[in-house]
């Protein structure tokens, strides 16, 4: 049987690197071609050790593939995604650069103004457990953001059944590859280990994408969020705590609405291969370099207020992991084809 | 002059050796006896290495001082208080057991009947900023815990002003000395490392305390809290991120309500040497090894929410300089004296 | 096709998690029958969340199986080994219990009476780029311990060709999880972090391992090893740095030389998938969670000294991905079955 | 009495942040004026928040000062160190630019053609331990680097009892500040951590000051030296191990050989302040933020191999302490002014 070709643009950031380890293992599909800005010409190999066995060189244009990851960074991906489109080629898109409905968004958070608006309606927003029969027959997937996955995925069953009041906190601690590969102060060694902090307080990128999709799932149609990122010590990992008041009347505010929501909790996620409702708060650790999203509901009895955490590795089921599980049902293939891996602990 | 004799009860756990360590430099009193639960007879550098140039060695009964802290664990603590209590003796208690001044709350959350309810009156809580003026006199100081001290210095002001509703969310992130010497699967290497988690979800043992505090400045006199701690993989370092709806009509929610509550904070604490209102997000990293509370509070202007940020040692702030803090108030000396150090950067 | 059933002692070591791990995705074998010292009786998952997705329960008596992977310490394990090696099972024995040829170095080194000396020939030292040929058909090998298989692959070929002369020293820095799951205070996270030591100054129990095997190789017979192991604050990764002086006449002092060598090296592995002789000084990153090992070798053109390095993932090439490489041997499978994954990074 | 004017170049480094760390408690000196490459005209504590206590503007030029530190990289401080020099003003220079006395050396190692070759004879070489007779009347001392502390200290006292062959390996760990504030993908966080390796196998530039400092006390006059430094994942901190083969006949290889040794060591030492020869491997952490190196010289028996290991803290006893050393001898004051603290441990 023949492999579907599939092409990495900007394979040499930390997303397009983890598609690059994950798709070496898949049975299905076939890295035929990578791109990177600055590394055109050479092995991949050279540039990063530990894909050696990958047997490519790194190209300034992507060659012929079925389907195309695009790891650019924002504005710069949306440039090179559109003439793909316009060629039929099938495209995952890892930057935010089609996740947001609104085109002046764009120009609100990034900065920019969106340079093919049309294709914002087209395009499928790909957290696959909320959309998994638009993202197959799709064409363009927007990959959401690292954040988002995991916070959208903690929030969705308790806000879809009307269970919390519409106004949501939500604190984030990211391990630091999510800032990326490009080197900063911030993520310099001795700046960034032994060391916690906030940032952007006056509003992440990824807050209008979690507002825009929770506000879909909304029974009262309108949700104010506060979202506060944290930056910590460690390579990789995203822990998300949500709070919010419960809504009078949904569940009791004693052990038997804890079980109540739990089981609500896991009835929504039944079927997903991906999401994982744990009786204990979940450690990053237990999603490392793996796609699980582990997610733990309770009810702060003492307040009467929902609770929730949700634990992902930022790299793969917040970037690269995500990606593929799109990619699969884009394909045809089974959603957790190459992506079996169990979590590598400790 | 002669200095002060002091003492330190089990100084083998991480508060008794970093008081050690902070009392070593302290111009003005001298520590004259330290005791440990299973090192006693042993040369201080011999069970603790860096502490080699203090000249003592480990004694099973605290021998001749004016000031004793107590670095026990909860309930075993109390014990050894009571009696240095009776002998005339100061002391500051680094453990629980004095903080909360309702001694059902013993039973609740740490599960012991309190072997001296009518001391919990006299002791005064050492949170220095909030009860300076009664620390001074007192002969029993409950040093606060490590959330707390932290927890309540950010949402302090803006509870006491009334300019939040009484409904907060305190979401910390502790490094992992916070767990102690004694060790565990949880604080084992390779567990902890490259790890997030949350933990204690039913109800921390630090929440009565926090809640005990907030209470009395709060003009509204109930107040619901909802507290999660989280475990990060860094030695030292609290960050605290404190979240409250703005009570309406007291500040604008504006980058005008911005100023006017970061200039409210500045009121409060500006003639406090231990904390720093702050204009950005402050890093765990810049406390390290000092007894600073970093405070950044802000609005979430889309939200109308204060967000207050603080950042402390857990060691220093949070345990063994706040103790020291104390003490000099309790001895009649500057209350900065022995804790002039910079934090350690990088 | 039916799988081949095969079996772990003591599933819930670092060594043990890792076998259960990587079978999972073996396409030949079937993870059957698990045990655990303290957790019989528990689902696998309830111990080890990461391993949720493997349907055992844990044994106190390991069930019917082809071939068994002992992941039990030292001393235990034969005991346990033993009786299966009678009933005709096939054995990989993570332990050092069957690693040394001359049983009174057990009583030296590991302070206990071998139980079974005659077994010590019987059984193959499973390091297999050496033994391969004697892998495939035993019934008993003794798997490598982690240090040596860094250190007897870095030097073997140097050594083999008589490039050096008979005295080495060895200076490895390892990862905390080498020292295992059992909670110490030297493995505390507080204490391992921001630290490094090295240990074992009178005498590893590595050394007679790494001793016996290099000097099986060594045209001189004789061989002096100095061997210094270092922890360093990482969860996984051996770095071990291996120094000799070259052998007057065999390869000169200059770039040259350092080609030859390289060639050398080359040669010596160019048929080996889990070995990859490189041209920069390797990093253990570039073998996190995989079978790599990877291996620098270069000359001190300055004093005329080989400097030879080597990174592996304790865990994987040093105890569970060799165990399943040797397993592989045994049971007729291709070499690399079930270990293709590529190493995670960053 | 008036406090001694001192100024630091280039501040915003990392060593020269330690620098304004430890000056800031010194009671003898003021620290009056400090520079900053990019960050001329901010306050200090804009750009080192955790400096915010110090009330200094960083300035273009150094202000007027009886005593300066460079803080600058190689070639650049020589620069600004000179005129320093004309204007009579004594100076602590940290960077390598006047370490090495043979001006040929600097062409070689660091690719320029030393501008001042007449000063390297009256430059003293600031190890403190082995130069203090010189150190206290110099105008210009050259800082050692930190791998060259750690490594000469440690093998000192071998070296000049010619207790060892002229033959020594050192294998040395560095934590990450090591290089610098510079960011780059070697020292980003997610990079770094959880990894080790080797560099500068080629030959580092500490390595001809290891050689000149060691061959001044070797008897048989010409010395071979392999070095070879590892970066490690943590922010502080050097541990070196040093190898050599004991000289014949000058202690016994057993046990009364390694007492003969340790009290060798401990007379080389016996009046250091901060030179500790301890009985066990010592601990970077041992040492994190204070001025000490420990070491702890033993014999491998089985080898007649003498190994040493010394521990540091890079930016401390390895830069910024030891250049405070060195100040308090050149100012006439006690050497331990101002490096009284403790290690902060854990």
């Known amino acids: ?29 076939e890295l035929a071609s990578v791109t990177g800005r600055s590394a055109a010409g050479k092995r ?33 991906s949306a440039k090179q995604v559109i003439p793909l489109l316009d060629r039929g080629i099938k495209v995952v898109d890892i930057s935010a650069d089609f996740r947001l409905k609104d085109a002046t968004e764009y120009r609100r958070w990034y900065g920019f103004t969106h340079p093919a608006p049309q294709l914002l309606k087209q395009a499928v927003y790909g957290l696959t457990e909320l959309y998994r029969s638009q993202v197959a027959p799709a064409q363009l997937v927007a990959n959401p953001g690292c954040y988002p996955t995991g916070a959208i995925l903690a929030l969705a069953p308790a806000v879809k059944a009307g269970l919390i009041e519409p106004d949501i906190i939500i604190d984030s601690k990211s391990g630091v590859s999510g800032a990326g590969r490009t080197v900063s102060l911030q993520t310099h060694f001795a700046e960034a ?12 990128r990824h807050l209008p994408e979690i507002i825009q999709e ?8 309108s949700l104010s969020i506060t979202f506060v990122p944290h930056l910590i010590p460690m390579t990789r990992g995203i822990l998300t705590t949500g709070y919010a008041r419960l ?38 650790k237990h999603t ?4 699980l999203c582990l997610i733990h509901p309770t009810i ?23 990606a593929i599980q799109n990619m699969n049902l884009m394909l045809g293939l089974p959603e957790t084809t190459g992506l079996e891996a169990l979590a590598i602990y400790p």
Chains 1, 2, 3, 4 share one sequence.
């Not at 929770?214 to 149609?221: E, H, I």
């Not at 490392?288 to 796609?291: L, V, Y």
Request: proline share 5%; glycine share 8%; hydrophobic share 40%.
């Open 193 to 204: 280990n032994e060391d916690a902090t906030a940032y952007a307080l006056d509003g992440h």
């Open 300 to 322: 702060d009895t003492k307040t009467g207020r929902l609770v929730v955490i949700s634990a992902t590795d930022n790299l793969v089921k917040g970037a690269a992991g995500q």
């Open 214 to 221: 929770l506000k879909l799932l909304c029974p009262q149609g």
């Open 44 to 76: 991949l190999g050279e540039v990063l050790p530990h894909l050696a066995s990958i047997d490519l060189t790194i190209e300034a244009e992507l060659g012929e593939v079925e389907l195309a990851f695009s790891a650019m960074p924002h504005k710069e």
């Open 247 to 284: 809504a009078s009347g949904k569940v009791s505010v004693d052990q038997k609405g804890r079980e109540k929501l739990f089981q609500l909790y896991q009835d929504f996620y039944k079927d997903e291969p991906f999401v994982k409702v744990v009786e204990f708060p979940p450690h990053t």
């Open 1 to 29: 049987m023949t492999k579907v070709k599939v092409g990495i643009i900007n394979v040499t950031g930390y997303a397009g690197v983890e598609l690059a380890r994950l798709l070496y293992l898949h049975p299905e599909v």
């Open 288 to 291: 490392w370099g793996n796609n």
